[in-house]
């Protein structure tokens, strides 16, 4: 399988790296915003083509899927030209950052019948696995979710500390990894959803704390609590509160309660949640299925963040 990525930066080269590990898979061109840099990661990792234009790459004809890790505006418009070339694509969380484009990307979907799948690496991280696997066996419920989502970015920076061309977004870019995981955990629909944020940055324009609060039909609650103020540690902690113990999630990692190491090495086939993502998506396209976070399947988290959305609007 021939692929092509765009966007080639940080979260970009974890698409590539966790690709190596996948057999049969290949990825055969990236596309770059600036040439001269998508050179050189291309020639870091043995790509042979290299464009700043993602209309180039959908005309190879050898390119059977695309992933998408570009900024978050460009998601939805870029996802439907993969579609419409006949590519089956992946793009990466968020899907889009309004609900129109959500449901633009979902419309086309159905019209082509392509796999597009959107990147909630949560749903596949082993902690979130072997949480979700013993929650589906009945061996446990969740009574609370209680989430930290912190970064230290005052400055428009990526993960690598390297400026970002374009700005980040706690709401439409990291809450949704908590809201569709919520979702996907206690397999219940959101029934109440309320936010607050901070003041605007004055040169970012964008809030650089919030809080959420998520409540499921049965009464199951998220409390959620997101900055881009917090000097460390730095990331995204996932506390799960059930009727039969506490666990701490770590990214690809999990401990109980008392900071117990619970062992997830054999969850699944590898211990990095990207790969195991990439794995998937590529799988669907070979079998002719729906994958895990189809864009079907995750729209429900779009449509409670424009519902939070909404409510920061009204408070404002």
């Known amino acids: 399988m021939k692929v092509a990525l765009a966007g080639a ?10 690709i190596q590990n996948i057999d049969g898979v290949e990825v055969v061109s990236v596309v770059g915003r600036e040439l001269q840099s998508t050179q ?33 505006s460009m998601h939805a418009a870029q996802a439907m030209q993969c579609m419409q070339a006949g590519k089956h694509v992946q793009v990466e969380i968020p899907l889009a ?9 979902v419309d086309m979907q159905k019209a082509t019948g392509l796999v597009c799948m959107v990147g909630h690496t949560r749903r596949f991280n082993p902690s979130h696995q072997w949480m979700h696997n013993s929650i589906q066996s009945g ?7 209680d989430v930290q989502t912190y970064f230290f970015r005052r400055k428009n920076i990526n993960a690598l500390g390297e400026a970002r061309s374009w ?3 706690l709401l439409w870019h990291h809450a949704a990894h908590t809201v569709d995981l919520f979702q996907y955990q206690t397999g219940e629909a959101i029934t109440v959803a309320n936010a607050i944020q901070g003041p605007i940055h004055p040169e970012l324009g964008i809030a ?12 199951k609650i998220c409390t959620l609590s997101l900055s881009f103020n917090n000097d460390g540690p730095l990331g995204t902690f996932f506390r799960y509160i059930c009727d039969n113990g506490t666990f701490i999630a770590r990214y690809d990692d999990l401990v109980d309660g008392k900071e117990q190491v619970i062992d997830v090495t054999n969850v699944d086939v590898s211990m990095n949640g990207i790969e195991l993502q990439d794995r998937e998506f590529f799988a669907a396209i070979k079998d002719g299925r729906e994958p895990n976070s189809s864009v079907a399947k995750v729209f429900a988290c779009y449509q409670t963040l424009h519902e939070l959305e909404q409510s920061l609007n009204r408070v404002a």
């Open 9 to 18: 930066g940080a979260f970009g080269v974890k698409h590539i790296e966790g």
């Open 208 to 219: 650089m704390d919030m809080s959420i609060q998520l409540k499921t039909e049965s009464g």
């Open 40 to 72: 050189a990661t291309a020639d870091k990792y043995g790509i042979g083509h290299v464009t700043t234009d993602l209309a180039e790459s959908l005309a190879l004809p050898d390119v059977d899927a695309v992933i998408l890790c570009t900024p978050t």
């Open 97 to 105: 950052d309004n609900l129109a484009d959500a449901q633009a990307v």
């Open 139 to 145: 061996e446990r419920s969740i009574q609370q979710m």
């Open 167 to 169: 700005t980040d977004h």
